[in-house]
């Protein structure tokens, strides 16, 4: 109930491509889903979240997409950059609960 | 800007020693934690603390304590660390119960 299940584990994508990343989730409580990017060496650093009363929310070349129903959520990062590599973590709460964390996609965008 | 300071980026300490990780938060959050980061484990949560003198435990806390004498301040303890316990360490806090800010971690090795 309380797991966020992510993929791919890792990913490596062409310089200029669309990096997508997904993940799924069991309890219909979770009404909040962060994104978090995190460098080598640097913590975790918030990217872009969304609630679930809205199907989409873009920030800049990363985009969320949330289907209710299918319980599931994904980045996507259009124009990728290799300055987009990195760690990516989806996240899910309630606001109950601390923040429920996927196992993370480590990102690699070639030129 | 906002901050959570971790005292040591690298540790080295021995198989049964004590082992203090300090995390500092300047924004006047109510809400600490503290998580491991490990390959493919992603980031577990240990314990978490919503107030001051308050601790919770998180999905992984055997062999660990912690200490929240002060708002600012949240402490984690190894009482006798292990060799299973090398790891990056994160500490992160939250004004609410959604966006967290992370430190840098602590990279910790225990021989």
């Known amino acids: 109930q309380q797991q966020v299940k992510q993929s791919p584990q890792s990913l490596i994508v062409q310089k200029g491509g669309i990096s997508i990343i997904n993940c799924a989730y069991e309890?219909?409580?979770?009404?909040?889903f962060p994104w978090y990017q995190q460098f080598p060496g640097k913590g975790p650093a918030l990217l872009i979240a969304?609630?679930?009363?809205?199907s989409e929310k873009k920030e800049g070349r990363f985009t969320i997409s949330f289907n209710k129903s299918a319980k599931q959520f994904s980045l996507h990062i259009m124009d990728s950059q290799p300055g987009d590599s990195a760690t990516y973590f989806c996240?899910?709460?309630?606001?109950?609960?601390?923040?429920?964390f996927g196992k993370g996609t480590r990102l690699s965008v070639i030129a | 800007d906002v901050k959570v300071t971790q005292s040591s980026r690298y540790l080295v300490k021995r198989t049964g020693e004590k082992v203090f990780l300090e995390c500092v938060q300047d924004?006047?959050?109510?809400?600490m934690f503290w998580y491991r980061q490990d390959p493919g484990l992603g980031l577990r949560l240990i314990y978490f603390?919503?107030?001051?003198?308050?601790?919770e435990k998180g999905d992984i806390p055997e062999g660990y304590s912690v200490s929240r004498e002060k708002k600012e301040r949240f402490s984690l303890i190894l009482e006798s660390a292990s060799t299973n316990q090398t790891s990056m360490y994160l500490c992160?806090?939250?004004?609410?119960?959604?966006?967290?800010?992370f430190g840098p971690g602590t990279r910790l090795t225990v021989t």
């Open positions: 603390s919503y107030d001051v003198k308050m601790k």
């Open positions: 309890n219909t409580a979770f009404d909040y």
């Open positions: 996240a899910a709460t309630s606001g109950n609960t601390p923040l429920v």
């Open positions: 992160a806090s939250t004004l609410g119960r959604y966006e967290q800010y």
């Open positions: 924004m006047d959050h109510e809400n």
């Open positions: 969304i609630r679930p009363d809205v």
